[in-house]
């Protein structure tokens, strides 16, 4: 008497194909890679860097125009890389713009009043999303993720990307508070150095607070959808009665 066997190359014609699911693990970027990774911060401060010395050395016009010129080679160098476009792209319009106010209201200071008032939209924005709880650190970080908002559900998680948001909130304040005070008192010179200091080292720090908020947070997410209360995690460990 014969045998059959199951062998998924030689089965009952009948039966259906074996389907084979093929899973990617895509990492998802993070905040800083979005922003343009390390070497963005660091291109972002190039052209401050050689706009005001050349404005004290040759003039405002010398020094738009080699703005312009660094930040159009920056470009280049970041499509020669194969970086990401969108940090590169608007990192090119954002001295554009700036270089444009320096030109219309004729003073080397009006090239950082488009950053000025920009921190002070993104705290009345960031502010704002608090208040109506939605924290936009919160809708970002889920966003680029792709895990959906069922994050808002769970009264802590929302509290914790509150307080993220808060601090980004807080970090454009505080920029644009000291920036404006030095703009109105033409200190051109201590802008740059306002503009520097508040800038990447201020940005590294309100993503790394932002990432341990969003992983304390995440994990009380786990802890919820596990059945186990994030003040009681050894419940996981008894045993069943």
């Known amino acids: 008497m014969a045998q059959t066997t199951n062998d998924p190359a030689g089965g009952d014609p009948g039966d259906p194909a074996p389907q084979i699911t093929e899973t990617t693990d895509e990492k998802a970027p993070s905040i800083l890679e979005q922003m343009g990774g390390v070497s963005g911060l660091i291109y972002s401060t190039v052209p401050i860097v050689v706009f005001v010395p050349v404005n004290a050395v040759w003039g405002l016009t010398a020094a738009m125009i080699a703005a312009i010129a660094v930040a159009v080679l920056i470009f280049c160098v970041r499509l020669w890389r194969r970086e990401p476009l969108n940090p590169a792209i608007s990192g090119l319009i954002g001295v554009a713009i700036c270089v444009f106010i320096a030109h219309r209201t004729g003073d080397a200071k009006g090239y950082f009043l488009f950053g000025i008032w920009t921190t002070l939209a993104y705290a009345i ?89 969003v992983r304390r947070a995440t994990r009380q997410e786990d802890l919820i959808e596990s059945g186990v209360t994030p003040d009681d995690p050894d419940r996981a460990r008894l045993p069943a009665d």
């Open 125 to 213: 924005v960031f502010v704002l999303s608090i208040v109506v709880r939605w924290p936009l650190i919160g809708v970002a970080w889920n966003l680029i993720s792709g895990e959906g908002m069922a994050w808002r559900k769970h009264r802590k998680t929302l509290i914790a990307y509150d307080i993220a948001t808060a601090f980004w909130a807080l970090v454009f304040a505080a920029r644009y508070i000291t920036q404006s005070e030095l703009y109105d008192h033409g200190s051109t010179g201590w802008l740059a150095v306002a503009r520097l200091a508040m800038g990447w080292p201020l940005t590294a720090l309100a993503v790394l607070a932002t990432v341990l908020l």
